[in-house]
């Protein structure tokens, strides 16, 4: 089939380059040239595992094209994805779709023939709805359809999520429409992908559930964590104990330090507008997002405890300052908030993230990227494993430190309690 990507960043382009790969013809849009000058040159501006070798492959085969000329592209296509950013506004929880609906101002005039116009940038209940007035201001309402099918892509998992998803969700009554889309996605779903229907707002709000769901999970299991840090109980047990449970689940149980990334604070934010909008209360995801607010305050004071308040001129080591492993994104992250913390208590951090160097620390005197374990280690006086990338998970810290006493923080579980005893090393971690 012909689609075009409207939006190049993170969905975007997942989308598209997974899409070409599956054998259709795949224009990926976007106003900022120089963007699109760097994908025609190859280089991919976000970090996803395995996405350059798939983006690559197709652009030789030219299923995939980058171009500016969304007139041409949309001209050329018969399904559009609308993949712009949704960002949280300023001023409050609401999610600032103002690309989105200059999406729809642009392509209305080039619809010459039916379309189906999707929506997969994380937009609130009833966008589709303002989507449709606004282009049907310029083209007949028989030549386009505007349909809502969320993304669930994780980041540093996308191409996996992509492939191998659990669900499909397609929100129209349209029945060709539904029939259109189910061929687009049959590669996927032969492999076992639920194909679910629905209507269009009933899809804009999965998406949302969805992730505020997850979110409220993981601040629940991060409040036990609290309290099993004072019954001396281990989290990791409890979490595979109620895990077993089908009702509950495994995943996404994991105590950790508060959740970041682009998605769960700003979609779990932005329902809670919806809720506003609607006059309804969403009194547990309110909690959610204040205690997942209130978390990183406590870590703060963890540390604090950790270090007896003695932080003038110690070094603080972050193994990991990215909100989650296999990719370089820093949003909402709890390093964000930790290590300027700690930099006014007069501390010295250092920090090594295989995701590379941060600018966002560039204007810190006393900041110290390394580009390796051990000499970011070395001497430290506490070591923060703030993220859980593979190669933090079997370090021999004794002999890498060379220091005589020093502590680590384990913020995601990743070693034993007694094998860091029979080390003697003075080890801390979340939950336990
Ligand atoms: C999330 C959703 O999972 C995805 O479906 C949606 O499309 C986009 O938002 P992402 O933000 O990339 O994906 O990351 P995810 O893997 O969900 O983790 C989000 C945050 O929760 C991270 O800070 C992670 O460290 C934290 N987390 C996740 C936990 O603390 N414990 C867990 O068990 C799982």
């Not at 809670?272 to 995801?285: A, P």
């Amino acid at each position: 089939m012909k689609i075009c990507v409207i939006g190049s960043g993170y969905v975007g382009l997942v989308t598209g380059v997974c899409f070409a790969d599956l054998g259709n013809k795949v224009y990926c849009v976007d106003n900022d040239i120089k963007k699109i000058k760097n994908l025609n040159s190859g280089y991919i501006p976000i970090f996803e595992p395995g996405l350059d070798e798939l983006l690559k492959r197709n652009f030789i085969s030219k299923r995939i094209l980058f171009t500016t000329n969304l007139k041409k592209a949309v001209l050329s296509s018969d399904i559009l994805f609308i993949c712009v950013g949704t960002p949280i506004t300023k001023k409050g929880d609401a999610a600032n779709l103002n690309y989105v609906f200059q999406v729809a101002r642009s392509i209305r005039k080039f619809i010459n023939k039916f379309k189906v116009i999707v929506t997969k940038s994380t937009v609130p209940v009833t966008t589709g709805d303002r989507i449709e007035k606004i282009i049907n201001l310029k083209a007949k309402k028989k030549n386009f359809e505007v349909v809502s099918n969320p993304e669930f892509l994780r980041e540093g998992e996308a191409i996996r999520d992509f492939r191998y998803p659990d669900r499909i969700v397609v929100g129209t009554n349209n029945k060709k429409v539904i029939k259109i889309l189910e061929n687009l996605y049959a590669p996927i779903i032969n492999k076992g992908a639920k194909y679910f229907t629905t209507s269009r707002r009933g899809a804009e709000l999965i998406k949302y559930a969805s992730n505020a769901f997850l979110a409220t999970k993981i601040s629940y299991i991060n409040e036990l964590a609290n309290l099993c840090e004072k019954i001396k109980v281990d989290i990791t047990d409890v979490s595979v104990g109620m895990g077993l449970d089908k009702r509950i689940g495994s995943r996404f149980l994991r105590a950790g330090p508060a959740f970041g990334g682009s998605c769960f604070p700003k979609d779990s934010r932005a329902l809670l507008d919806t809720g506003k909008k609607f006059k309804t209360e969403f009194s547990i995801v309110k909690s959610a997002v204040e205690s997942n607010e209130k978390r990183r305050v406590l870590l703060t004071k963890r540390i604090q405890e950790i270090m007896s308040k003695k932080f003038k001129n110690k070094i603080i080591t972050f193994l990991g300052v990215t909100f989650k492993p296999n990719t370089d994104d820093m949003r909402e992250s709890t390093s964000l908030t930790l290590i300027p913390y700690f930099l006014k208590k007069g501390a010295i951090i250092r920090y090594y993230d295989p995701s590379g160097k941060k600018d966002i620390f560039n204007k810190y005197k006393k900041v110290f990227y390394y580009s390796n374990i051990s000499d970011v280690c070395l001497k430290s006086d506490l070591i923060v494993i703030h993220t859980e990338w593979n190669e933090f998970k079997s370090i021999e810290f004794r002999k890498i430190v060379k220091k005589k006493n020093f502590k680590i923080f384990d913020m995601r579980g990743l070693y034993s309690q007694n094998l860091m005893k029979k080390e003697k090393i003075n080890y801390y971690c979340i939950g336990k």
